[in-house]
């Protein structure tokens, strides 16, 4: 090495952070640390690089195209709860016994006996954050805390569960004008209690540190969701610089606020953004939350940029379900996966055609992952946790069936292979509610559908079955699913590589069905407080759950030094309390 160059490294060392001394220490590859982006209700086609026209997803965009392109990524449910089950544990839900969409006041939670991706990763020492919409069990057994995260900032459930506030961005905040005050309107559904928990008005925003937790407001600003989304992440990476971490980043947006209504013309504005991203997108409300996104994940690259830690830190990006088509311009685009045999609105959101799970994906790793690359290779949200044990180094549990796959090798290598022979989606086919039969398969270039159902508000349609022989596309010469080779009553007669598929899907199919085990969620004995009318999440019983908000303009340095021993100290000395939830448990 010349003298300059040792100059310029010495000055690069001492001008930078003491990131440049972490990177050297950590090798790459061992133990990466894990971002994990998912999308609530985001389509295939919503982003700039999967071909929407007036989306602007810059910073998704750009990690995108300098990593791998995922083109065909499949959710492992067509709704929030039971997607986020799979995700989590790397099972086919019907397993974990979460089968739906949970509610605000649910007994049930993702059992504490599944193994989750966070507890996989704590076993080698990662540290374990998780901000946004957890909506695996909003009781306080369920929550993150005990399932495998150390940090957890986020509303427990879907947005559209509860009421938000809005803030007027016309006024001044900080002045007491009451005009201003006036403008502060409240946002969602408006609905009567359930089981008359009156937890179920109000949005909450949770905060939980180990095994402490807080309502930190109720009902939350969604104007200022984001920006307390965004330094929770961004100042969790910098307090774990030095170690392993995963951060799970499953984000409120882009779900609509008030939802599961048949009259969805009649209540318009429902997505959110904050002042500096309302009106600022050519696609309107949904562009301007999707802008908002973009920006968080921004931010998020940039800390890891900063912080030098792009070659240590694999990041995925996806969504947990399709787009929630019946509402209009509010809710995503499916793109191309528009399943025109079946046609607008029932192929999105809840619907097992391409529109309801496949989903947008890349991976990015600085040093490992090739940019400008795309596969077409078949992945499962499932395949994230072996994956992620792979890639970490920690050995997958005993004794648990696993349906995903490691995806390494596609994710690393240019031509590395999809392990899934067979990917079996679970849908509609016992009826509306639960989702618990086979509905369809994905094989090679092939998609058989068992049952159609159409997607979530769409309900003047029933279900169809295909008795004799699965509807059958091949969705790589036809991802629009326009074209049947088989609609289910007769063999395809000139394909004969079609009929071989459809009797080799016809016998794994009986298999799966023959050897698969469903899951039951064992009941949790209602915790100090809890029973019915009390599985809400409450700040105070005795104000209708609704309370003071605990932030103010110095929130982030009070409450979100996340990990240092000065914020433990800081954190409790704000809240003079032990801080368990204080009225629901
Ligand atoms: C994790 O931490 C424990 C306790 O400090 C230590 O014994 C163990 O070796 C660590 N494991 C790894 C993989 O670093
Ligand atoms: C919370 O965690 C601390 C430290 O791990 C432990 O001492 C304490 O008993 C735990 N409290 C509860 C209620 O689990
Ligand atoms: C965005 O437009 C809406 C409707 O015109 C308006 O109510 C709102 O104040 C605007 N927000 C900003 C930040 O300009
Ligand atoms: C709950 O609200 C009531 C009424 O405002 C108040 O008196 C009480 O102190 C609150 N309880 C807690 C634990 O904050
Ligand atoms: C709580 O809601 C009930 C029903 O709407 C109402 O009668 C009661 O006054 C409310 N209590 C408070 C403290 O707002």
Redesign the pocket.
């Known amino acids: 090495m010349n003298q300059l160059k040792t100059f310029l490294l010495l000055l690069a060392v001492l001008t930078s952070t003491k990131t440049r001394v972490v990177k050297a220490l950590r090798d790459p590859l061992d133990?990466p640390n894990f971002v994990l982006f998912f999308v609530d209700d985001l389509g295939y086609g919503d982003l700039g690089f999967t071909g929407h026209p007036t989306t602007s997803t810059p910073n998704i965009d750009k990690l995108a195209w300098n990593g791998k392109t995922l083109t065909t990524w499949y959710s492992g449910c067509s709704v929030c709860s039971c997607s986020r089950a799979a995700l989590m544990t790397g099972r086919q839900y019907p397993r974990t016994g979460i089968r739906e969409v949970l509610g605000v006041v649910d007994t049930l939670g993702l059992p504490l006996e599944e193994v989750t991706i966070a507890e996989q990763l704590k076993k080698?020492?990662y540290t374990t954050g998780i901000v946004g919409k957890w909506h695996l069990g909003q009781r306080l057994a369920y929550l993150p805390s005990n399932q495998g995260f150390d940090y957890y900032l986020g509303i427990p459930y879907s947005d559209d569960m509860g009421n938000g506030k809005e803030t007027s961005c016309s006024g001044d905040r900080k002045s007491e004008d009451p005009q201003t005050e006036e403008q502060d309107k409240m946002k969602g559904k408006p609905r009567p209690p359930r089981d008359n928990d009156y937890a179920a008005w109000y949005l909450p925003l949770v905060y939980q540190e180990h095994n402490r937790t807080r309502i930190v407001e109720q009902p939350l600003d969604l104007t200022k969701l984001a920006q307390k989304y965004n330094h929770f992440a961004t100042k969790f990476i910098e307090d774990n610089k030095d170690d392993p971490f995963f951060l799970y980043f499953p984000f409120s947006h882009v779900h609509t606020t008030s939802g599961n209504n048949n009259k969805w013309n009649s209540m318009p504005n429902k997505q959110y953004a904050s002042c500096s991203f309302q009106n600022r997108t050519k696609r309107g409300a949904f562009g301007d939350a999707l802008a908002e996104v973009d920006w968080m994940i921004g931010n998020v690259y940039e800390t890891l940029q900063c912080l030098g830690l792009e070659e240590n830190t694999i990041i995925l990006f996806t969504s947990d379900n399709g787009p929630w088509t019946p509402q209009h311009y509010d809710g995503g685009s499916y793109g191309i996966f528009s399943g025109e045999y079946a046609g607008y609105p029932w192929t999105g959101k809840a619907s097992t055609w391409e529109g309801g799970i496949r989903m947008p994906a890349f991976a990015h790793w600085k040093g490992q992952i090739e940019p400008f690359s795309r596969t077409s290779q078949t992945i499962s949200s499932m395949d994230v946790f072996p994956t992620f044990s792979h890639l970490a180094?920690v050995p997958l549990p005993d004794g648990i069936v696993l349906d995903g796959r490691d995806m390494a090798d596609i994710l690393l290598q240019e031509n590395g292979q999809s392990k899934h022979d067979f990917l079996f989606f679970y849908g509609f086919c016992n009826g509306y509610w639960p989702r618990t039969g086979v509905a369809a398969v994905r094989h090679g270039p092939y998609k058989a559908h068992f049952c159609t159902s159409p997607g979530l508000g769409a309900y003047e349609r029933t279900p169809t079955k295909y008795d004799k022989y699965p509807l059958l596309f091949n969705v790589e010469e036809d991802p629009s699913e326009t074209f049947p080779i088989c609609d289910g009553n007769t063999l395809p007669e000139n394909d004969p590589d079609a009929r071989a598929a459809i009797e080799r899907i016809l016998r794994a199919y009986a298999m799966e069905k023959a050897t698969f085990e469903y899951g039951k969620i064992p009941p949790l004995p209602p915790g100090p407080g809890e029973g019915k009318g009390h599985y809400g999440v409450c700040c105070n019983r005795s104000t209708n759950c609704s309370c003071e908000s605990l932030w103010d303009d110095n929130f982030q340095s009070r409450l979100f030094n996340v990990g240092s021993a000065e914020h433990h100290a800081r954190y409790h000395e704000h809240l003079g309390e032990e801080n368990h939830m204080k009225d629901t448990v």
């Open positions: 133990r080698v020492n180094g």
